[in-house]
């Protein structure tokens, strides 16, 4: 008689191991158990340690397991309470709708209930609706608490620039207490945001985590009222959902219990100064639709908008290094390139790829023989792995045998069992991460004809964009931009390789970019995921070679279409 397969999902946030006492092992033990008494087979077990119930966006075990549900890897999922599925009645309710479309039945342990009946599946939704409350009456009180104590005068926690915060008690740092003060002496001389920067990086200053100091970072420095002896509050509400949204006019500005480091004097000065330099930018007729999209040839960070003249005056649009545009000449140079010259270019590149049916064709094979062997090595990587996870759990094993026989020698095999147990933590996220990947993979043939339609839609839809749907449909398609260090006179700097991936997924739902496929009305068959890691290993006596080296676009990443997602 075959068993019925199952997988087991639990989750536990850092708070709730502090505070609540809820345990990983417990979870999965008590699931075991109850998989044993009913004779299941378990398959797998999905495991998001230290993840917030609040949304499905930071758990990778999640969407493992949901993407695993519709391959029917198993029949039925198990948890041990329902609030460790989600806080959140919607993305509780997604969740089981999703397992319930694929025919995968959810059990709760401990609310004792089966959604694949309807008494079960009411409950649950009520179930989930009590949970949604619970978490929202937890924010709620720990709100109170954060508002009391800020009236107070007391700090919330968090790093800052020149103070040490010690139990929640703002302690000045007097070595960070100098920059602060220079930053402020800077601004009251009139200087701006970014010579204020330049000056602090060329003199080897670093900021509260040992960074480079940017544009932004000074800019929030003289905006902080602590540094004034103040504790604000509720500045941001809700950052996570609505990010600068988010901000509230009604705030909590009160005098705080810590030791200032500038007279309110000088604070009104430094703000006098920044409302006369304040003005709010000109937007360009001719915006710059890969910004950030361009990589510096020197440090790999984004290029961002810059303009200069000519010899006759004449402006000119530039890409420059967006570390070069934020920190200064210290941390990197400008390394622009011309505007016009990489979109031009890369407007030509995809019109190139699909008016050439030899060279798309010859992509599509590659594609597909590359997605024959892809998962491979990852299998092999996996066996490694675990066989590491093995050797290291004995070792803790005989480490732990060793301090309980003679407790004396505690000490000197405690760091060694510290640094196992660090070890073993590396190599299950590890794991995590490889069984993710090879749940990814898919070995169905890219089909040549629905990818070229696509490409020529998405190079219709380019041709007949505003600049701004340009920029959003670009970041779809397009990985990164490189361009070449040198950049002889005459000539400036050119597009060197242009890396494409294509992520038409789930995830790629919440992207705003997303929104510009709605404007790709045709496409035919689905495409899922693929990996193209080079095409310069093709047999170098062919006439394809010379095509490909002329060609500077390579798909690299993944190719990801999901028919249900048109739709």
């Known amino acids: 008689m075959n068993k019925t397969t199952v997988a087991i999902y639990a989750r536990v946030s850092t708070e709730e191991q502090v505070k609540e006492g809820y345990s990983i092992q417990a979870q999965i033990a008590e699931l075991k158990r109850y998989a044993e008494l009913h004779g299941f087979q378990i398959v797998d077990e999905y495991v998001d340690e230290g993840a917030s119930g609040k949304n499905i966006t930071g758990r990778p075990q999640m969407k493992r397991l949901l993407k695993d549900a519709q391959h029917h890897r198993f029949l039925m999922v198990m948890v041990y309470k329902i609030d460790r599925l989600a806080r ?39 179930l989930c609706s009590f949970a949604e409350l619970e978490r929202n009456n937890i924010i709620d009180r720990v709100k109170m608490g954060m508002m009391q104590r800020a009236k107070e005068g007391k700090y919330n926690g968090g790093k800052v620039l020149g103070y040490d915060n010690i139990e929640k008690e703002l302690i000045v740092n007097e070595d960070e207490a100098i920059i602060v003060r220079k930053i402020f002496e800077y601004a009251d001389q009139g200087l701006g945001l970014k010579a204020i920067t330049r000056r602090l990086n060329e003199m080897g200053y670093r900021t509260k985590t040992g960074k480079a100091f940017a544009v932004f970072s000074i800019k929030t420095i003289l905006n902080n009222p602590v540094y004034l002896g103040k504790i604000r509050y509720n500045q941001l509400e809700n950052w996570a959902d609505k990010r600068r949204k988010g901000k509230n006019s009604d705030f909590l500005l009160t005098d705080g219990t810590h030791q200032p480091l500038i007279t309110i004097e000088q604070w009104e000065r430094v703000h006098k100064v920044i409302s006369k330099r304040s003005y709010k930018p000109i937007r360009s007729n001719t915006p710059y639709i890969l910004s950030g999209l361009v990589k510096c040839p020197v440090c790999s960070h984004g290029m961002v908008p810059g303009r200069a003249k000519g010899a006759q005056g004449k402006p000119y649009r530039y890409y420059v290094c967006g570390q070069f545009h934020n920190k200064g000449k210290s941390v990197c140079r400008s ?233």
């Open 335 to 567: 390394n622009m390139i011309r505007a016009d010259v990489v979109e031009q270019h890369v407007m030509n590149e995809l019109a190139r790829i699909v008016s050439e049916p030899y060279v798309l064709k010859k992509l599509v094979d590659k594609i597909n023989s590359d997605r024959q062997n892809n998962e491979q090595p990852l299998k092999a990587d996996k066996r490694t792995v675990e066989s590491r996870i093995t050797k290291v759990q004995t070792k803790i094993k005989s480490l732990k045998d060793n301090i309980l026989t003679d407790p004396e020698i505690a000490e000197f095999f405690k760091p060694d069992l510290i640094e196992s147990i660090r070890e073993q933590k590396l190599l299950q996220e590890r794991l995590e991460s490889i069984n993710t990947e090879l749940t990814l993979l898919d070995m169905k043939p890219v089909d040549y004809e629905s990818l070229k339609l696509l490409l020529s839609n998405l190079q219709t839809v380019l041709e007949q964009s505003t600049p701004d749907d340009q920029k959003a449909l670009y970041r779809l398609l397009i990985k990164e931009i490189i361009i070449t260090k040198d950049a002889p006179r005459g000539v400036g700097r050119q597009v060197k390789k242009i890396n494409l991936h294509f992520d038409f997924t789930m995830d790629s739902l919440f992207s705003p970019s997303f929104e510009m496929l709605g404007k790709v009305k045709d496409h035919v068959a689905p495409l899922e995921a693929s990996v193209l890691n080079s095409l310069y290993n093709i047999n170098k006596q062919t006439m394809y070679r010379d095509l490909m080296e002329s060609l500077s676009i390579l798909p690299l990443a993944m190719i990801r279409f999901t028919l249900d997602y048109f739709i």
């Open 88 to 126: 959140k009645l919607k993305d509780a309710l997604e969740i089981s709708d999703t397992l319930e479309n694929h025919n995968v039945k959810l059990i709760s342990l401990n609310e004792n209930f089966d959604t694949s009946t309807p008494f079960g599946k009411t409950a649950f939704q009520m």
